[in-house]
């Protein structure tokens, strides 16, 4: 198992991708610290589920010493929690722009900021961002989701910088899906879905397991020696 005896964190826990990334931590034997806006039930022994907002800087500090006293150390952090609030800029209210930036930008920040200095105290530790194909692309109608995943992107490099800087081992890096099969994707119409199939080298849609393998390389000891990457997992899509 290639996570036997780590513990990891994992945002945005309950459904989609960040379901499948706390499952598959779970079959590779780590104790998963399964996040997400409410509580929900897993079938598995070794992950334990939280309600967390991650844009409640005084709940994540609560959380984040809770954890700590019950599990003693964090040795990965997914931060996969986010959010969409699409529109044109013309359209594209000042609330949509700061739900959106709160969330998928400030949430990462917020989390990373307690959890990666005591990785450095631990002497190591892996932290993987969830960006987006938009954020190294842009979208039309998606300036403020393209601005956060953007801006993960970014985080993601001068994390690496500096949570090495002291010697430590603490690994940062991205992972940048494509469009992936997950239940939003339901609500597309097929049309549009055939023309992001046209887009994409390998024909189709990722699935959520595809985006929870490539983090789960970047989490393991497999990955020592790669940080600051950010990691398209798209199928050779270009908007």
């Given at each position: 198992?290639?996570l036997e005896?780590?513990?990891?964190?994992?945002t945005?826990?309950g459904?989609?991708i960040?379901r499948?990334i706390a499952?598959?931590?779970?079959n590779e034997?780590?104790?998963v610290?399964?996040?997400d806006?409410?509580?929900?039930?897993?079938?598995?022994?070794?992950?334990?589920?939280y309600?967390?907002?991650v844009?409640?800087?005084?709940a994540?500090a609560?959380?984040f010493?809770?954890?700590?006293?019950k599990?003693?150390?964090i040795d990965i952090?997914?931060n996969?929690?986010?959010i969409?609030k699409?529109?044109?800029i013309q359209?594209?209210?000042?609330?949509?722009?700061?739900?959106?930036?709160?969330?998928n930008?400030?949430?990462?920040f917020?989390?990373?900021q307690?959890?990666g200095?005591?990785?450095?105290e631990?002497?190591s530790g892996s932290?993987i961002?969830?960006a987006?194909?938009?954020?190294?692309?842009?979208?039309?109608?998606?300036t403020?989701y393209?601005?956060?995943k953007?801006?993960v992107i970014?985080?993601?490099k001068?994390?690496?910088k500096?949570?090495a800087?002291?010697?430590?081992?603490?690994?940062?890096?991205?992972?940048?899906?494509g469009?992936?099969n997950?239940d939003m994707m339901?609500t597309v119409?097929e049309?549009v879905?055939e023309?992001i199939?046209?887009?994409?080298?390998?024909?189709?849609?990722g699935?959520?397991?595809?985006?929870?393998n490539a983090v789960?390389?970047?989490?393991?000891?497999e990955?020592t020696?790669?940080?600051g990457h950010n990691?398209s997992?798209?199928?050779?899509?270009?908007l």
């Amino acid at each position: 198992m290639r996570l036997e005896n780590k513990v990891a964190l994992v945002t945005g826990a309950g459904q989609g991708i960040g379901r499948k990334i706390a499952e598959t931590f779970a079959n590779e034997g780590a104790q998963v610290i399964a996040v997400d806006l409410a509580k929900l039930p897993y079938e598995y022994k070794n992950v334990h589920g939280y309600e967390l907002n991650v844009t409640d800087r005084n709940a994540i500090a609560n959380f984040f010493e809770e954890v700590v006293v019950k599990f003693k150390k964090i040795d990965i952090l997914v931060n996969n929690a986010g959010i969409t609030k699409d529109a044109l800029i013309q359209k594209m209210t000042e609330d949509m722009w700061d739900l959106v930036i709160d969330v998928n930008l400030k949430g990462v920040f917020n989390l990373t900021q307690l959890v990666g200095p005591q990785m450095m105290e631990q002497g190591s530790g892996s932290i993987i961002n969830i960006a987006s194909v938009v954020g190294e692309f842009g979208n039309v109608g998606q300036t403020n989701y393209a601005a956060t995943k953007a801006g993960v992107i970014g985080m993601t490099k001068t994390w690496a910088k500096e949570f090495a800087r002291k010697g430590a081992a603490v690994r940062v890096n991205s992972v940048a899906p494509g469009y992936i099969n997950t239940d939003m994707m339901k609500t597309v119409p097929e049309n549009v879905l055939e023309g992001i199939r046209a887009k994409t080298m390998l024909g189709r849609l990722g699935e959520p397991q595809e985006i929870a393998n490539a983090v789960l390389f970047l989490a393991s000891d497999e990955a020592t020696y790669i940080t600051g990457h950010n990691l398209s997992v798209n199928g050779g899509m270009r908007l």
